[in-house]
């Protein structure tokens, strides 16, 4: 199995990289959260992988951190996930956001995310729930995300519920929090957020 690709990026986009290993150039499907991470055209690039192979299908997938490979095994050991959600799952939400939602079995978070219905979520926290407990996530506590996150997620939710794109969402809620500071009601947070929109 690759483990990982020690190498330079030849090309990157918001859902592959093309990395050059020793005149080997390996196409790596990510998640926008990696892509992010990853730095300009050229640059030496060390990025953790997994190798997909079922039947006839060879895929690899690469992860900037070992919080995002990890997440990924997880998501794909639930019946009904492949690979291509489960990458959807990641790039929608953070590890730490993923990781609170699940342990905190908050179904209405992941059903924000396209492709994941209440069956598919429910099942994420039924077989996810125990295992991410037993086995904490570096960086991140059993009990999930302190109530400062957990309020910036119940935001983004409500910039989601009226039209918003997630990300757009979440990064406007981030720049809120940071720039009021203070303990904030949902509804202060919110009203604040939709004045920068």
Sequence with gaps: MIAYLNGKLVDKSPTEAIIDVGGVGYKVNIPLSTFDRLGKKDSSVKMLT???VRESIQQLYGFASAEEKNLFKLLISVSGIGPKLALTILSSLSTRELTSAILNERTV?????SGVGKKVAGRIII???E??????MPGIGPAGVSKSDSLMNDAVLVLVSLGHKQSTA??????TVQRLKGDLTLEELTREALRVV
């Design 170 to 175: 979440r990064e406007i809620v981030r720049k």
């Design 131 to 136: 295992k991410m407990a037993i086995v904490q």
């Design 127 to 129: 077989e996810l729930r």
């Design 109 to 113: 978070i992941l059903t924000s995310i």
């Design 50 to 52: 997994y190798l997909y």
